[in-house]
C-alpha cells in the first residue's frame, strides 16, 4: 500500500473466574476473639473478590462442595451475579456430619467442566483424603490456579484452657482432653505438623503455591498478598 503500517497486539483483560469452594464441616470452625469461622472468611473473601472482578467486565462461576459436590453457578458478569452466589453461600446448610472430605471430586468436576482457559480460584482448608494433588496438577496445566488455603490459629496451636471436649467437625465423635496435659498438647502439636507437611508436599507435587487466609487475617491485606503472588507468577 505504498506506507508502512505497525500492527499492535492488544492483550484481552477480559477473564472468566471460577471459584471452587469447599463448604465440608471442617470449614464451620473459627476460634479467634471476633468468632470468625472459616466459613464466614470464605464468604468474605469471595463476596470481594467476585465484586472486584465483576466490576472490570469479567465474569465469575463457582463450583460448590458440601460432603459432595453439591452444584455449580454458570460463569455470567454482572452485580446480579454477585448477588447469587452470595446468597448460594449464604443458603449452603452447614453440615451436622458427612462423610471424610475428598477434594479430588470436586477439582475433577472442574477439570471436566471448564473448558476454556480460566482463573480458578480455590478455597479450601485442603484438609483431605489424599489423592488430590494429582487432579490438581491438571488442572494447572490447563488453567491459572490460585489455591487459598483456609487456616485458624488454633488448629496448630493449642492453649492451656484446661479440660475440654473436642468434636470432630465431619464424623461428629467427641473426646475429653486435658490441655493442661503438656505431653498432649505436644502430640498435638506433632499430628499438626505431621498434617502440615502431608499438605505442602500435595502442593509440592501438584506444581501450585498456595496462598494462606487465617480467620485472624485482615482481608484487603490478604487480598493484595495474593495479588502480589499473582503478578509475580505471571513476570516470573
Known amino acids: 500500500m505504498d506506507t508502512p503500517y505497525v500492527r499492535e497486539y492488544h492483550e484481552d ?13 471442617s470449614v464451620d470452625f473459627g476460634t479467634v476473639d471476633t468468632d470468625r469461622q472459616k466459613r464466614t472468611v470464605l464468604i468474605d473473601f469471595v463476596t470481594t473478590l467476585a465484586r472486584l472482578l465483576t466490576r472490570r467486565g469479567n465474569r465469575v462461576g463457582a ?24 446468597q448460594d453461600l449464604l443458603d449452603q446448610p452447614r453440615l451436622d456430619g458427612a462423610p471424610a472430605t475428598d477434594l479430588k471430586p470436586l477439582l ?35 488453567h491459572e490456579v490460585l489455591a ?33 496435659n503438656a505431653q498432649f498438647r505436644r502430640r498435638f502439636q506433632a499430628a499438626a505438623e505431621a498434617r502440615e507437611a502431608a499438605i505442602n508436599a500435595a502442593f509440592r ?29 505471571r513476570t516470573a
Open 13 to 25: 483483560r477480559e477473564i472468566t473466574a471460577w471459584f471452587l469452594l469447599d463448604l465440608s464441616p
Open 63 to 86: 463450583i460448590l462442595y458440601g460432603g459432595k459436590v453439591e452444584h455449580t453457578i454458570p460463569a455470567r458478569g454482572g452485580r446480579d451475579q454477585v448477588l447469587r452466589l452470595i
Open 108 to 142: 475433577d468436576t472442574a477439570n471436566q467442566a471448564i473448558k476454556r482457559r480460566s482463573l480458578v480460584v480455590i478455597v479450601s482448608d485442603f484438609i483431605s483424603e489424599p489423592g488430590w494433588d494429582r487432579s490438581l496438577e491438571l488442572l494447572q496445566r490447563r
Open 148 to 180: 487459598v488455603r483456609l487456616i485458624d490459629p488454633r488448629e496448630t496451636d493449642l492453649p492451656d484452657v484446661g479440660p475440654i471436649i473436642m468434636e470432630d467437625n465431619e464424623t461428629g465423635e467427641q473426646l475429653y482432653v486435658d490441655t493442661g
Open 205 to 233: 507435587r501438584a506444581g501450585v503455591e498456595a496462598a494462606v487466609l487465617s480467620t485472624d487475617d485482615d482481608l484487603v491485606r490478604a487480598i493484595i498478598r495474593m495479588a502480589m503472588l499473582r503478578r509475580r507468577r
